[in-house]
Structures are given as structure tokens and as C-alpha cells.
Nanobody, 121 residues
Framework: EVQLVESGGGTVAEGGSLTLTCSVTGFPYSSYYLGWFRQAPGQEREGSATIDEDDNTMLSDSVRGRFIISKPGAGNTFFLQMNNLRAGDTGPYTC???????????????WGQGTQVTVTS
């Protein structure tokens, strides 16, 4: 059974930083994408960052230059380091895993439960 569990959400003031963690177990693919998705208030869920098995990364325009996705070593944990946070970054953040599909959420078939990030102005 594939499981993804997020941690690290919380409340931070604008300009602050948070690091989210996603632990993945039981994942069957050797070629894959691991991604972070978020849903800002009043908006559709969107892909923020992805990383593949070779550590190639993709970032959305809204987070590029501020967020870093990483997957140290060959472990089953990946991270989203979020810097210079803005009020518009507020929302639930969910990690996902699936075959190579970039930032398109329809390609991901395993999802975590989400962790809330709140940025106060």
C-alpha cells in the first residue's frame, strides 16, 4: 500500500520560512515524479513543485525563486523549503506521487492528506 504523510505546516509571518516534509512508503515506480500541490483561498489546486528520480525539478511561476524542492539521497522523504512566504501562499499543501507528469495533478495517483500553511500579514 502506498502512503504519503506530510508534516511541517504551521503559521508564519510574511517573509518567513517553513519546510514541509513528505514521507513516502510502498511506492512502486522506478521512474516517477514527486510533487507538492497547494490550494490558495478561492482558487483551484495547483502544482507548485515537482522532482523526479534523477532530482530534476520543476517549479511553478508563482513560487520559483522562493521555494526549493529536494529529495536528499535515496530515501523515501522529500521536502519543500518555502522562503519569503507571502499571504497568498496560504492554504493546504498536499504531496503526491505518480509516473512522470510534471505539474499536472491529473497524472498523480497517490496523495497525502495535506498540511495547512498560514501566512499572516
Amino acid at each position: 500500500e502506498v502512503q504519503l504523510v506530510e508534516s511541517g505546516g504551521g503559521t508564519v509571518a510574511e517573509g518567513g520560512s517553513l519546510t514541509l516534509t513528505c514521507s513516502v512508503t510502498g511506492f512502486p515506480y522506478s521512474s516517477y515524479y514527486l510533487g507538492w500541490f497547494r490550494q490558495a483561498p478561492g482558487q483551484e489546486r495547483e502544482g507548485s513543485a515537482t522532482i523526479d528520480e534523477d532530482d530534476n525539478t520543476m517549479l511553478s511561476d508563482s513560487v520559483r525563486g522562493r521555494f526549493i524542492i529536494s529529495k536528499p539521497g535515496a530515501g523515501n522523504t522529500f521536502f519543500l523549503q518555502m522562503n519569503n512566504l507571502r499571504a497568498g501562499d496560504t492554504g493546504p499543501y498536499t504531496c503526491a506521487a505518480g509516473p512522470p507528469c510534471g505539474l499536472e495533478e491529473s497524472g498523480y495517483n497517490f496523495w497525502g492528506q495535506g498540511t495547512q500553511v498560514t501566512v499572516t500579514s
